[in-house]
Nanobody, 121 residues
Framework: QVQLVESGGGLVQAGGSLRLACAASGRTFSNADMGWFRQAPGKEREFVAGVNPSGGHTYYSESVNGRFTISRDSVKNTVYLQMNSLKPEDTAIYFC??????????????WGRGTQVTVSS
């Protein structure tokens, strides 16, 4: 059974940067897109960024495009999210998962515990 473990969150001032990591164990999603999602207090979980199996194609939500960069290391079974120019509205718990439908962002695996990102103004 797959396990996804997110790390790298923390408290940062607006304009700062963080790098998140998501390690997969138990099985790999080497043939699937991987994505980052986030859930802010009182809101639905939303898609943030995705990357195809080779790592050569990435796609982002409008709210983070140009500020966040997703990448993956297939050897380490790890997906990363580099977050720059952070804003208070980026505050949320961040999760990763395998994406099997790019139009609906339906996911393949179970959700992990996520990692908390808090951006102060």
């Amino acid at each position: 059974q797959v396990q996804l473990v997110e790390s790298g969150g923390g408290l940062v001032q607006a304009g700062g940067s963080l790098r998140l990591a998501c390690a997969a164990s138990g099985r790999t999603f080497s043939n699937a897109d991987m994505g980052w999602f986030r859930q802010a207090p009182g809101k639905e979980r939303e898609f943030v960024a995705g990357v195809n199996p080779s790592g050569g194609h990435t796609y982002y939500s409008e709210s983070v495009n140009g500020r966040f960069t997703i990448s993956r290391d297939s050897v380490k079974n790890t997906v990363y999210l580099q977050m720059n120019s952070l804003k208070p509205e980026d505050t949320a718990i961040y999760f990763c998962n395998a994406v099997w439908d790019r139009s609906t962002f339906a996911v393949l695996g179970p959700w992990g515990r996520g990692t908390q990102v808090t951006v102060s103004s």
